[in-house]
């Protein structure tokens, strides 16, 4: 009867044990399941030079950035952070988030020259300060959608930009899509100006009784609906 009390009793002290485990795991899982409900957006206003992560569509966080310079802009449209790194390299400050823009590598980063933070100085990637970029990074998952508003050809003060074969850009991609659009483009859209898209101007060209460069110009532009 005695042994039969003690192994009842042990039994009690080990379910007694287990219960703070198992009420940590669940607390674990709750909090990475309401994580996960949360629905993030990063949104990136290069006219201002702001920066602002929503969370289901509430600002929490409003960040002052520095983008690219007016030859190196920093790409405009709708990407997503494909990867997250600490102290990614020199000169990139302590967080690095990179962007799957298909023309180059761009992402979210530091900075070790805080003092340029709302100047447009970087090489196309979109920095902060580091203490700044840190709070994204500990909040923002890999695979949120990250939405950059600017002017499309790199500057407000630019009202085209000649675009030849070697080109890169939002801009490039942007006549990808319009010539797609209209048939005389069957590749990616890639952002990236290419000899098929040299061939593609210049049967669009042809077409519309433009002059034929293989290159896009002003005219090309009004053509194409991109500018007035």
Known sequence: M??????????????????????AAQKAEKKEKNADDINQEVHIDLWKNKLYLLENGKKVLELNIAPGKEDKPTPVGHFKIVNKSRNWGSGFGTRWMGLNVPWGKYGIHGTNKPWLIGQNVSSGCVRMRNPDVEKLYNRVRVGTPVYIDGPIMGSSRLTYRILVQGS?????????????????????????????????????????????TGQIGYHDYIALGIIE
């Open 2 to 23: 005695k042994q039969t009390c003690r192994l009842f009793l042990i039994f009690i002290c080990l379910a007694l044990l287990m219960i703070p485990v198992d009420v």
């Open 168 to 212: 890169r850009g939002s801009l490039v991609q942007l006549v990808q899509n319009r010539l797609k659009a209209a048939g005389y483009y069957k590749g990616p859209a890639h952002g990236i100006f290419d000899r098929y898209t040299e061939l593609s101007v210049i049967a669009w060209q042809k077409k519309n009784n433009l002059e034929v």
